[in-house]
């Protein structure tokens, strides 16, 4: 099967647009998360989250476009744009062998909810005449289309917080099995809205706001953690066959060599630890690696109680007494939970991790709590000289498990 190599990547982030804004942040243990009171949009409940209040819709589009681009295909449309940038179009295949994949939770839940009170509270009947195109779940993987031409695959995956773990892996699959020679995948979210932060309130899954301090607020693996705390972005890669990156001169960042997804099919909400462990050996199986090949994991590390505590009896089982030396962080301490763009931001924060031999901290462990044994990151960020292959964790509400596995390019 082809080699799959990374030869470019984008992101928008709580921390503003580009990579280095991100990865500053995420190894410095510098958060995002602030709390919340909410915007001029309705009631909300005090919260604490990560968003983006630098972004600037007019920089990127005409003003008459926007109309029909909700914030989630903004985002996704600007990170796309900037993973191209980076790889380089010259040379690249046929349209008919670039594909788009695309992951998200919620999609369009901002023009979702102001179009239901349009109707509801204004009582007005009269939408705007695109609602239906701008709030589809598949918007955001149109217009990219739209705007690349690319003519090949042109998929949307939501399930969940493994949404984009999911739209690159099956990506990877594409190009593995000679069905497309480039796909631009990955995953975007903007959640951050009354009628989503009160609907996740009610299922009691979020963070409390730390009155001291209320960046601390998410706290993965702690002893004192009290659920997750909503965040906003898009990330995507761009991926190619390496052999024939290589041959039109791009540079190859790094190569995804294996992936593993499944179900835990036990309960809606609540994960299990054999679920989760067949994910990562799945992944293990498909990178044809030993656990031991593995120096770095980025968690999924939600913040709440039952994911946490799962996650690490379920690396403790695929690594045994590995786990002991092996880091482990969650960045969602920073920038929050982006629910189906999640997994690929956090494989792009994995693959700097890669690239720069540096695995970031797991922000605001100051308890660790003994039911999450495992060797964390935590306080600052930690030298990897010798790293070679790092993995990356993804798990959903319904039972959808995604992990990636990515390899250092020399």
């Given at each position: 099967?082809?080699?799959?190599?990374?030869?470019?990547?984008?992101?928008?982030?709580?921390?503003?647009?580009?990579?280095?804004?991100?990865?500053?942040?995420?190894?410095?243990?510098?958060?995002?998360?602030?709390?919340?009171?909410?915007?001029?949009?309705?009631?909300?409940?005090?919260?604490?989250?990560?968003?983006?209040?630098?972004?600037?819709?007019?920089?990127?589009?005409?003003?008459?476009?926007?109309?029909?681009?909700?914030?989630?295909?903004?985002?996704?449309?600007?990170?796309?744009?900037?993973?191209?940038?980076?790889?380089?179009?010259?040379?690249?295949?046929?349209?008919?062998?670039?594909?788009?994949?695309?992951?998200?939770?919620?999609?369009?839940?901002?023009?979702?909810?102001?179009?239901?009170?349009?109707?509801?509270?204004?009582?007005?009947?009269?939408?705007?005449?695109?609602?239906?195109?701008?709030?589809?779940?598949?918007?955001?993987?149109?217009?990219?289309?739209?705007?690349?031409?690319?003519?090949?695959?042109n998929l949307t995956y939501s399930c969940?917080?493994?949404?984009?773990?999911?739209?690159?892996?099956?990506?990877?699959?594409?190009?593995?099995?000679?069905?497309?020679?480039?796909?631009?995948?990955?995953?975007?979210?903007?959640?951050?809205?009354?009628?989503?932060v009160y609907a996740w309130e009610a299922?009691?899954?979020?963070?409390?706001?730390?009155?001291?301090?209320?960046?601390?607020?998410?706290?993965?693996?702690?002893?004192?953690?009290?659920?997750?705390?909503?965040?906003?972005g898009a990330a995507f890669l761009v991926?190619?066959?390496?052999?024939?990156?290589?041959?039109?001169?791009?540079?190859?960042?790094?190569?995804?060599?294996?992936?593993?997804?499944?179900?835990?099919?036990?309960?809606?909400?609540?994960?299990?630890?054999?679920?989760?462990?067949?994910?990562?050996?799945?992944?293990?199986?498909?990178?044809?690696?030993?656990?031991?090949?593995?120096?770095?994991?980025?968690?999924?590390?939600?913040?709440?109680?039952?994911?946490?505590?799962?996650?690490?009896?379920?690396?403790?089982?695929?690594?045994?007494?590995?786990?002991?030396?092996?880091?482990?962080?969650?960045?969602?301490?920073?920038?929050?939970?982006?629910?189906?763009?999640?997994?690929?931001?956090?494989?792009?924060?994995?693959?700097?991790?890669?690239?720069?031999?540096?695995?970031?901290?797991?922000?605001?462990?100051?308890?660790?709590?003994?039911?999450?044994?495992?060797?964390?990151?935590?306080?600052?960020?930690?030298?990897?000289?010798?790293?070679?292959?790092?993995?990356?964790?993804?798990?959903?509400?319904?039972?959808?498990?995604?992990?990636?596995?990515?390899?250092?390019?020399?």
């Amino acid at each position: 099967m082809r080699r799959v190599a990374v030869t470019g990547w984008g992101v928008v982030s709580p921390f503003g647009e580009g990579v280095d804004p991100l990865m500053d942040a995420v190894n410095a243990g510098r958060s995002a998360v602030r709390a919340f009171a909410g915007r001029n949009d309705g009631p909300w409940p005090l919260r604490a989250a990560a968003w983006n209040d630098s972004y600037d819709p007019r920089a990127h589009f005409p003003l008459a476009q926007l109309n029909s681009l909700d914030r989630t295909t903004q985002l996704a449309v600007v990170a796309a744009r900037a993973a191209l940038a980076m790889a380089g179009r010259d040379g690249m295949p046929h349209a008919e062998a670039c594909g788009i994949h695309v992951g998200t939770g919620m999609g369009s839940a901002g023009t979702l909810d102001s179009t239901y009170r349009t109707y509801y509270a204004d009582n007005n009947t009269r939408l705007r005449p695109l609602t239906v195109p701008t709030v589809m779940t598949n918007a955001s993987a149109a217009q990219i289309a739209l705007e690349t031409g690319f003519a090949g695959a042109n998929l949307t995956y939501s399930c969940a917080c493994a949404s984009s773990a999911v739209a690159i892996g099956e990506a990877v699959r594409r190009i593995r099995h000679g069905d497309a020679q480039l796909m631009l995948a990955g995953g975007s979210e903007a959640l951050v809205v009354p009628s989503v932060v009160y609907a996740w309130e009610a299922l009691r899954t979020l963070a409390d706001v730390d009155a001291a301090a209320p960046s601390a607020s998410c706290r993965p693996f702690s002893l004192r953690r009290s659920g997750l705390v909503l965040g906003e972005g898009a990330a995507f890669l761009v991926l190619e066959d390496w052999d024939a990156a290589c041959a039109r001169g791009a540079r190859p960042l790094a190569e995804i060599c294996g992936y593993g997804s499944g179900s835990d099919s036990g309960h809606l909400t609540r994960p299990t630890v054999e679920g989760q462990a067949r994910a990562m050996a799945a992944a293990l199986r498909d990178a044809a690696l030993a656990p031991a090949a593995i120096g770095y994991i980025n968690a999924h590390g939600t913040g709440t109680q039952a994911n946490d505590s799962t996650e690490s009896a379920a690396i403790r089982q695929v690594f045994g007494d590995l786990a002991d030396h092996l880091p482990v962080s969650s960045t969602k301490a920073v920038h929050g939970h982006l629910l189906g763009a999640a997994a690929a931001l956090e494989l792009l924060v994995t693959l700097c991790a890669l690239q720069s031999g540096l695995a970031p901290p797991t922000a605001h462990l100051d308890e660790p709590d003994p039911a999450c044994a495992l060797d964390h990151v935590r306080g600052a960020a930690r030298r990897l000289p010798d790293i070679t292959h790092a993995m990356s964790n993804s798990f959903a509400f319904g039972g959808t498990t995604g992990v990636l596995i990515a390899r250092r390019v020399a």
